[in-house]
């Protein structure tokens, strides 16, 4: 077991956490998945406007190895096919029956621990539960030809409002004991596993499972990150040195196929924000209607973000969750341009500078936050604040500048490799040049990806 206590974070400490309510949402009456969500992938459509579908038929595919599929997680009909420039896939969007009609999966017979790789990632692949993975370096989808080194899984969430995993994750056994079982059988080397060093949030089945190597991380945001735990845990060494990371509802939902033979794509969403009246925890399914249940918001124009205020995706009241996304944050716009921001007491504003008395008198508190940056794109300027929130062996301002120029051999040599955009986020928000780090990370992968 290791012990870490990462002290280079920080605590954007908001209004609006959800209760410890677990609430039955309304069924969806439309579904929708988004390529956007897999990084990676080359998305090729299986279905047309007006097909039938099942929980688990394949909606679209990746061009470059058709055997990844990504699949539905409703019954009912293919409702539309948006699409954006140059007749790019956004999303398919299914109406719902409520029938939750599944296709069924043949699980081999036996104990999981005997189970050959190459029938396990057969029934991944099908059941499209593969695109659960997700591959470092780059943070792109899981290759299935690889074998990975490691797998990584975070059982913790320390970005703002984040919910709790205890409610979030369906650990009951035995499915989270048949997942590791299974991801066992997927590497090389060692199943990791990481939770909230005070073990005030983790569900209690992880402590009495087996079969992997159990990680303790004490600190504040990005302390969750699974590349953070990944740099402390056995680092990436290089474009080669391949791990495969996913969250406790993948290894749950793997447990869940396995273990009953066809997919459940039950997922309990925590409804967090300021802008919610409603805010507490709703089950529902994989890419539900956030209409289905996030209830009423308070007056005015509120921003609604499938995920965190730092990686997450604005959707909108008509939008729909991510499928990696197992909170939905609702916080109110800004009114109108503040004159001089910067120079009102602020003591109800969170500032990582220290700029506003509210760093004086409500340390403890927790502070009512709009969308608004405060402020617009300026110059950048090498501040000296942004190793003081990145616990990794990282100098995220030189890298940034590396991939700003265009140097792939500067940018292997500063650790690109190690990180993708959730890393980056908080360095993005204490950024004072307003610089979009998460964008300019994900071009430098990419190149890198390409040329490198």
């Known amino acids: 077991m290791g012990n870490y206590r990462l002290k280079r974070t920080f605590d954007i400490r908001l209004e609006g956490r959800a209760e410890r ?12 998945f988004k390529p956007a ?13 007006g097909d039938k579908v099942c929980v688990g038929t394949p909606l679209f595919c990746h061009k470059e190895n058709r055997d990844i599929v990504i699949t539905s997680t409703a019954s009912g009909t293919v409702k539309g096919i948006r699409r954006g420039d140059r007749r790019a896939i956004e999303s398919v969007i299914i109406k719902t029956d409520g029938k939750q009609k599944c296709l069924n999966y043949k699980i081999p017979k036996g104990s999981a621990e005997n189970f050959l790789a190459e029938d396990v990632k057969k029934i991944l692949l099908e059941s499209g539960l593969f695109a659960c993975f ?7 989808i899981a290759d299935p030809f690889i074998t990975p ?15 709790l995993m205890s409610l979030c994750a369906d650990c009951e056994n035995p499915y989270f004991q048949a997942g590791i079982s299974i991801l066992s059988r997927l590497t090389s080397g060692k199943v990791h596993v990481s939770v909230e060093g005070k073990f005030s949030d983790v569900p209690p089945e992880i402590l009495t499972a087996k079969g992997f190597e159990l990680h303790k991380f004490i600190g504040n945001h990005p302390a969750g990150n699974v590349g953070v735990q990944i740099e402390h845990i056995a680092p990436i060494k290089g474009r080669d040195d391949v791990v495969w990371t996913l969250n406790l509802n993948g290894v749950n939902l793997i447990g869940k196929l396995f273990l009953e033979g066809k997919i459940d794509p039950e997922v309990t969403v925590a409804v967090t924000g300021l802008a919610a009246k409603k805010r507490c925890y709703y089950r529902t399914i994989i890419g539900a209607s956030l209409s289905s249940f996030i209830g009423e918001m308070e007056s ?3 921003r609604i973000i499938s995920g965190n205020v730092l990686t997450g995706r604005n959707e909108g009241s008509n939008g729909y969750l991510g499928f990696f996304h ?10 109108g341009d503040q004159i001089l921001g910067w120079a009102t007491l602020g003591l109800n504003k969170r500032s990582f500078s220290r700029t506003y008395l509210s760093s004086f008198f409500n340390y403890a508190g927790r502070f009512r936050e709009e969308s608004a940056m405060n402020g617009s794109l300026r110059p950048f300027i090498a501040t000296g604040i942004y190793e003081d929130v990145l616990p990794m062996d990282i100098y995220p301002v030189f890298l940034i ?4 120029a265009e140097d792939i051999e500067e940018m292997e040599k500063l650790g ?3 990180v993708i955009e959730e890393d980056l986020a908080l360095v993005e928000y204490v950024d004072p040049s307003k610089q979009n780090f998460q964008d300019i990370l994900r071009k430098g992968i990419d190149q890198v990806r390409r040329e490198g």
């Open 149 to 163: 080194r490691d797998i990584f899984i975070t059982a913790m969430d320390t970005a703002p409002l984040a919910p």
């Open 300 to 302: 005015g124009d509120v």
């Open 134 to 140: 997700i591959q470092r370096p780059f943070g792109i």
């Open 401 to 404: 500048k590396s991939i700003i």
């Open 326 to 335: 197992y909170m939905v944050t609702a916080i109110p716009e800004p009114e």
């Open 21 to 32: 309510l677990i609430l039955d949402a309304d069924f969806p009456g439309e579904v929708a």
């Open 37 to 49: 969500d897999f990084k990676g992938l080359n998305p090729k459509l299986l279905v047309s406007e």
């Open 416 to 418: 690109i490799y190690e």
